[in-house]
């Protein structure tokens, strides 16, 4: 069965540092997105993108946050400059998009920011 | 704007006892509204939706939903627990395929035999 991959499983970076999460969606999706959920809190929208572009984005999803779909297979989510508070699990999922379709999630990153 | 209330954090029950997870949504248009289940060190799966049609959707594991429009509510129930049952449970609303989800707080259930 077709699935949404993930990398890294978990990644430790320092304040400041830039980081990469990676997403493979599912091959015929066309509608991605990130979601992240900081631990104890719910799962909270980021970004979502379809046709190469943003299609809409949360508040959290600033001008330190920017994703990229580089070569038609993955979706990449980078942070330019971690804080703190980036500390969190990040999801990917996708979905064709098609009426009564459902979104179909990874197994999520977790970033520690020290 | 759409939002979601999950009451209850944290459920507890027998094996073999009903489960039943509330959720209330917000919304102003027709919504779709969705159960995920988080088990330890996974992902989201999804358990069952509700688009159109028949309000009583039935899922996987077991579980059901009833969307009741009146009520703005969508449910989610099994009529006996198993101990693999135990994990995080999420309800979720969008207005239409292409579209974010809204995620409730989450209820985690424990299982005890």
């Known amino acids: 069965e077709p699935e949404v991959t993930q990398t890294p499983s978990h990644q430790v970076t320092q304040m400041g540092q830039e980081v990469i999460l990676r997403c493979v969606p599912i091959s015929n999706h066309l509608y991605f997105y990130w979601y992240r959920q900081i631990l104890g809190q719910k799962v909270e929208f980021l970004v979502s993108f379809y046709n190469n572009e943003i299609s809409e984005k949360s508040e959290i999803f600033d001008d330190q946050f920017s994703v990229e779909r580089p070569d038609g297979s993955n979706f990449t989510l980078k942070i330019r400059s971690t804080k703190l508070e980036d500390s969190a699990m990040y999801f990917c999922?996708?979905?064709?998009?098609?009426?009564?379709?459902?979104?179909?999630f990874g197994p999520g990153t977790r970033l520690t920011v020290l | 704007a759409q939002s979601v209330t999950q009451l209850g954090s944290h459920v507890s029950v027998s094996e073999g006892a009903l489960v039943l997870l509330r959720c209330n949504y917000s919304?102003?248009?027709?919504?779709?509204l969705f159960w995920y289940v988080q088990y330890p060190n996974q992902g989201l799966q999804l358990l069952l939706k509700?688009?159109?049609?028949?309000?009583l959707v039935k899922g996987i594991n077991g579980f059901e939903a009833e969307f009741k429009k009146s009520e703005t509510s969508f449910h989610l129930t099994k009529p006996s627990a198993h101990m693999s049952d135990a994990a995080e449970y999420f309800c979720a609303v969008n207005k239409a395929a292409g579209n974010k989800l809204t995620f409730g707080g989450g209820t985690r259930v424990l299982v005890k035999p």
């Open positions: 999922a996708s979905e064709t998009g098609f009426p009564g379709d459902e979104q179909f």
């Open positions: 919304s102003s248009v027709p919504p779709y």
């Open positions: 509700y688009t159109t049609g028949a309000t």
